[in-house]
């Protein structure tokens, strides 16, 4: 593990490779698991927050659902995650395009500048899982074989998970600790040699 501030990082995050192919995986990560994506405390509010620009890029089965105005729900493990549809894991927030690929609705309303919030840091961080600890959050590669294209296409273009999540990773800890982390990973990948 690599301790930076409050984190402690997996090495897998620096020796995994992963880049999502969403042609290859048609977004399974939305329709498939045991329960929904899981939010932060502050994720609930911007629920609330964002809900009705979010809407209308929802199918009418989702918009259905969400009228009781549960936006979230508490898992078996007693987490808020994104609600899911009984009978299966797919997420209610998730779209489908044309050709059968899941996005997130919410995602959608952000790059369509209807809101400031992309969506829950969990989704965004994906392949990494946060984990709090008493004094740390640890930061753990997930391994799912639904993402078996990514691995590959990271393979192939030789993207470590840390730099495929850039953006998430400086969205949820800043600028100033992924440099660090880079700092860290220069370090590490030298030891390996």
């Avoid at 690599?2 to 990082?9: A, F, G, K, Q, Y």
């Avoid at 899981?38 to 809407?55: C, M």
């Avoid at 050709?99 to 995602?107: F, L, N, P, Q, Y």
Wanted: proline share 4%.
């Amino acid at each position: 593990m690599i301790s930076i501030d409050n984190t402690l990082i997996s090495e897998d995050i620096f020796e995994k490779k992963f880049v999502c192919d969403l042609a290859a995986c048609k977004g399974a990560c939305c329709v498939e698991g045991e329960s929904g994506a899981p939010l932060e405390e502050d994720e609930l509010e911007k629920l609330y927050e964002v809900i009705d620009h979010v809407r209308p890029y929802l199918r009418s089965e989702s918009q259905e659902r969400l009228e009781s105005g549960e936006l979230f729900e508490i898992d078996s493990d007693g987490d808020h995650v994104t609600p899911i549809f009984d009978g299966g894991a797919e997420c209610v927030y998730a779209t489908f395009d044309e050709d059968g690929t899941a996005k997130c609705g919410i995602e959608k309303a952000y790059l369509d500048g209807k809101t400031e919030w992309r969506k829950p840091i969990s989704c965004h961080l994906y392949p990494i899982r946060l984990k709090q600890l008493k004094d740390f959050i640890a930061l753990n590669y997930h391994h799912w074989p639904i993402c078996k294209p990514a691995c590959e296409c990271g393979s192939k273009l030789d993207v470590r998970v840390f730099a495929f999540l850039k953006e998430p990773l400086t969205r949820k800890f800043g600028e100033e600790w992924y440099k660090t982390l880079v700092e860290a990973f220069k370090l590490w990948e030298a030891e390996q040699s």
